[in-house]
């Protein structure tokens, strides 16, 4: 068993994908295994929020004592980095690999703000763990694929895709927290988010500074759902960064 004692002498190298485990002996509990523990943290992390993950309370809902877990996992750390890699798991690679760079670019980006949205404590989790199993180094290698074949020289590689999916992550973020605020509010996106305008709006104490933002805010308003301006939004910079990326390309210099 790996102790949190043990992983504090070295952080770096702490991640359940880098360390050697000796099989336990014996077997388990009837019915129990790591494939069941994880889908079942994914399910409490979606539901509750990653906060509220614990040994306890997700031995109480496989309705097994919380030590029955030990046999597959040593930390709740554990159970963090094996749920992020089953997440990444979701990506269709297949669909990443149709089309030019730029095709290819736009879907896996639309497949990473995807994920972020459909689970929103992965971004929270992002930094914490090495994210170095099997389907996270996948997903990886279609990003690097993409950039690779837009020309740029390798020293502005690392640039781009930082431009590209630092943007989606920080999109993704926000779009899944905005959506889990208005979840615990009781009301729909298009709810929360009118309500929250019109109370913004009506406030006297904003007036002045709400001024020059009074096109905007009402261009926002005649659009549509708030799911569609997510999406409208979000092509529209992925559009300005690939064309970015193009400009790059074109002036073929490494300075």
Do not use: C
């Amino acid at each position: 068993m790996v102790k949190a004692a043990d992983r504090a002498k070295n952080p770096a190298r702490s991640s359940v994908w880098l360390e050697q485990r000796a099989a336990r002996g014996g077997g388990g509990p009837a019915g129990l295994d790591r494939d069941r523990i994880v889908a079942a943290a994914i399910r409490m992390l979606d539901e509750e929020g990653l906060t509220k993950l614990s040994m306890r309370k997700l031995a109480t809902e496989l309705n097994v004592t919380a030590m029955s877990l030990y046999w597959y996992v040593d930390t709740k750390d554990d159970i963090m980095e094996y749920a992020i890699d089953r997440v990444f798991g979701e990506v269709d690679l297949a669909e990443l690999d149709a089309g030019n760079w730029q095709e290819r670019l736009r879907a896996v980006a639309l497949a990473y703000r995807r994920m972020l949205v459909r689970h929103p404590w992965m971004s929270p989790s992002a930094g914490q763990y090495l994210n170095i199993g099997p389907h996270a180094i996948a997903v990886g290698v279609k990003i690097q694929d993409a950039i690779r074949d837009t020309g740029l020289p390798m020293s502005r590689q690392p640039g781009a895709m930082s431009a590209v999916f630092q943007f989606v992550y920080g999109y993704g973020t926000i779009e899944s927290q905005f959506g889990r605020r208005a979840a615990e509010a009781g009301m729909s996106q298009d709810e929360f988010y009118g309500e929250s305008i019109r109370a913004f709006r009506n406030d006297p104490q904003f007036e002045e500074v709400l001024e020059p933002m009074t096109e905007l805010l009402d261009e926002r308003a005649t659009h549509g759902s708030v799911g569609e301006i997510w999406d409208r939004d979000f092509d529209y910079a992925l559009d300005v960064l690939i064309a970015g990326i193009e400009t790059m390309v074109a002036r073929g210099t490494d300075t």
